[in-house]
């Protein structure tokens, strides 16, 4: 755990500029001060000035209850609790094959000095929460734990949106239970009965249903199809690995996948299950990067399996962890050197861009050129309204014709930018980080600009008379 620390306060430092932290800061303050949050009337070009479509329940009810505590220093130290909680249950489910010894050093091996996990789990968002229950449930299905995968499944459903990856592994657990066994797994076939029912109850009883799941298969859409071909920024988590970036940075898990299919046991049901689970992510995986917070413990439970039946387990996860240290060390250097190109900071430049807004500005409505510039408005000035964020998909989604029309809007494609801003969306301000529209906008007399960052401005839309004021005689 000393150790999980410090990589944790290595990789949190550089996972500042995430912009969605400053959502989850918000929504856990607004909760800590005002309880469910029902509406956000800021995003009311979204529709959610009548409905609040929270997917994430219990992660921002923790939240807030950090908040209250430690403000958002407590949200943050949410993050490493889930990821240390995360690691202790993946080392109790070695104990369960493996020595307490080897189960140390493998999750050594497959977790902690794999830097493309430990950076996901330091991030301040709720798949954290997510990974923590999905590997509950694992020990569960191990355990053949039925109220433990009842708990579990109700719990991740009730703090995370993605039911369908515990749903992924309980189905699988269930063929695996009735398939490979020459006699049913009956305890399996339950534990996986209970984990689905637990799923249930957690969507079912959540406060925010039906909500929770409009929003949660807009995720999905998100991650499947990224937009059906929209021109849209979906960040790189969701864009496909190039095979040299496969290859430099997961050979490791490669090697524990090779080892669970070499030593498989066709009749060995927790080998098939975990193993079978283990392929169905890494395919998925191949299409969005953003599973590898479930991919990396299924796949370290695979290679608790492939070494258990090993006369000297204890070698074996010596050996590997041996690996697993040269071939991070090539992947930890180049994060420690390139983390400012890989984890940019923009967020002191939004801040304080948006800390020029004058006090009267309270109502008013922002153009907000990026999508996720409206979490540091929320964030920081909940009084103002803006025109999207949280999904760069939503606002294609309400309105397909104003998505497309601010996307020209920004690539320099729209002559006159006033009629977008000021007529189409109705703005008093906008805040932006298009070089090409800044550039436009500062020419413009129907724009002041308020503040001139290294990457971020914020412009006041002036009125026509104010505009005809401002022309020099």
Same mark, same amino acid.
């Given at each position: 755990m000393?150790?999980y620390?410090?990589?944790f306060?290595?990789?949190?430092?550089?996972?500042?500029?995430?912009?969605?932290?400053?959502?989850?800061?918000a929504?856990?303050?607004?909760?800590?001060?005002?309880g469910?949050v029902?509406?956000?009337?800021?995003?009311?070009?979204?529709?959610?000035?009548?409905?609040?479509?929270?997917?994430?329940?219990?992660?921002?009810?923790?939240?807030?209850?950090?908040?209250?505590?430690?403000?958002?220093?407590?949200?943050?130290?949410i993050?490493?609790?889930?990821?240390?909680?995360?690691?202790a249950?993946?080392?109790?489910?070695?104990?369960?094959?493996?020595?307490?010894?080897?189960?140390? %050093?493998?999750? +050594? /091996?497959t977790i902690? &000095?794999?830097?493309? $996990? !430990?950076? #996901?789990?330091?991030?301040? =968002?709720?798949? @954290?929460?997510?990974?923590?229950?999905?590997?509950?449930?694992?020990?569960?299905?191990?355990?053949?734990?039925?109220?433990?995968?009842?708990?579990?499944?109700?719990?991740?459903?009730?703090?995370?949106?993605?039911?369908?990856?515990? %749903?992924?592994? +309980? /189905?699988?657990?269930? &063929?695996?239970?009735? $398939? !490979?066994? #020459?006699?049913?797994?009956? =305890?399996l076939? @339950?534990?996986?009965?209970?984990?689905?029912?637990?799923?249930?109850?957690?969507?079912?009883?959540?406060?925010?249903f039906?909500?929770?799941?409009?929003?949660?298969?807009?995720?999905?859409?998100?991650?499947?199809?990224?937009?059906?071909?929209?021109? +849209?920024?979906?960040?790189?988590?969701?864009?496909?690995l190039?095979?040299?970036?496969?290859s430099?940075?997961?050979?490791?898990?490669?090697?524990?996948?090779?080892?669970?299919?070499?030593?498989?046991?066709?009749?060995?049901?927790?080998?098939?299950?975990f193993?079978g689970?283990a392929?169905?992510?890494?395919?998925?995986?191949l299409?969005?990067?953003?599973?590898?917070?479930?991919?990396?413990?299924?796949?370290?439970?695979?290679?608790?399996?492939?070494i258990?039946?090993?006369?000297?387990?204890?070698?074996?996860?010596l050996?590997?962890?041996c690996l697993?240290?040269?071939?991070?060390?090539?992947?930890?250097?180049?994060?420690?050197?390139?983390?400012?190109?890989?984890?940019?900071?923009?967020?002191s430049?939004?801040?304080?861009?948006?800390?020029?807004?004058?006090?009267?500005?309270?109502?008013?409505?922002?153009?907000?050129c990026?999508?996720?510039?409206?979490?540091?408005?929320?964030?920081r000035?909940?009084?103002?309204?803006?025109?999207?964020?949280?999904?760069?998909?939503?606002?294609?989604?309400?309105?397909?014709?104003?998505?497309?029309?601010?996307?020209?809007?920004?690539?320099?494609?729209?002559?006159?930018?006033?009629s977008?801003?000021?007529?189409?969306?109705?703005?008093?301000?906008?805040?932006?980080?298009?070089?090409?529209?800044?550039?436009q906008?500062?020419?413009?007399?129907?724009?002041?600009?308020l503040?001139a960052g290294k990457?971020?401005?914020?412009f006041?839309?002036?009125t026509?008379?104010?505009?005809?004021r401002?022309v020099?005689?």
């Amino acid at each position: 755990m000393a150790l999980y620390a410090c990589l944790f306060q290595s990789v949190a430092f550089f996972a500042r500029g995430d912009p969605d932290r400053y959502y989850h800061f918000a929504i856990s303050r607004m909760t800590a001060e005002g309880g469910l949050v029902r509406a956000l009337p800021q995003a009311a070009e979204l529709g959610w000035h009548e409905i609040f479509y929270e997917k994430e329940f219990l992660f921002h009810g923790l939240g807030a209850l950090a908040y209250g505590i430690a403000g958002d220093s407590g949200v943050t130290a949410i993050a490493f609790f889930l990821g240390a909680a995360t690691v202790a249950v993946l080392f109790e489910i070695g104990c369960a094959f493996l020595s307490a010894r080897a189960a140390t %050093l493998l999750v +050594l /091996a497959t977790i902690l &000095l794999q830097p493309n $996990f !430990v950076t #996901r789990l330091a991030l301040v =968002r709720p798949h @954290v929460w997510g990974t923590l229950f999905f590997s509950i449930l694992c020990l569960a299905l191990v355990r053949r734990g039925k109220w433990l995968a009842l708990a579990s499944g109700a719990f991740f459903s009730l703090g995370y949106h993605a039911m369908y990856i515990p %749903l992924t592994l +309980l /189905a699988a657990g269930a &063929l695996a239970a009735i $398939f !490979v066994s #020459r006699t049913k797994d009956k =305890r399996l076939l @339950v534990a996986c009965g209970f984990g689905v029912a637990g799923i249930i109850i957690g969507v079912l009883v959540n406060p925010y249903f039906p909500a929770n799941m409009v929003l949660g298969f807009t995720s999905l859409k998100i991650a499947l199809s990224q937009g059906q071909g929209l021109p +849209l920024d979906f960040g790189s988590e969701l864009q496909p690995l190039g095979w040299v970036e496969i290859s430099k940075g997961y050979l490791f898990p490669f090697v524990l996948m090779a080892l669970g299919l070499r030593f498989h046991k066709k009749r060995d049901v927790n080998h098939t299950l975990f193993l079978g689970v283990a392929i169905v992510f890494w395919t998925a995986f191949l299409k969005t990067p953003r599973l590898v917070e479930y991919t990396f413990p299924v796949t370290a439970i695979v290679g608790f399996l492939a070494i258990a039946p090993r006369g000297r387990s204890e070698r074996w996860a010596l050996a590997l962890t041996c690996l697993a240290f040269v071939l991070a060390l090539p992947l930890w250097y180049g994060f420690f050197v390139h983390a400012a190109e890989y984890f940019p900071d923009y967020s002191s430049d939004y801040l304080a861009a948006i800390d020029k807004l004058p006090p009267d500005a309270r109502g008013k409505k922002v153009f907000n050129c990026e999508w996720s510039a409206g979490a540091y408005l929320l964030y920081r000035r909940p009084d103002v309204r803006f025109i999207d964020f949280s999904d760069p998909i939503l606002l294609a989604q309400v309105d397909s014709k104003k998505s497309m029309l601010r996307l020209m809007t920004l690539q320099g494609r729209v002559r006159d930018a006033y009629s977008v801003v000021h007529d189409a969306f109705a703005s008093d301000y906008v805040l932006c980080a298009s070089p090409t529209l800044v550039a436009q906008l500062e020419k413009d007399r129907h724009f002041r600009d308020l503040h001139a960052g290294k990457t971020v401005h914020l412009f006041e839309v002036l009125t026509p008379a104010a505009a005809s004021r401002a022309v020099p005689d």
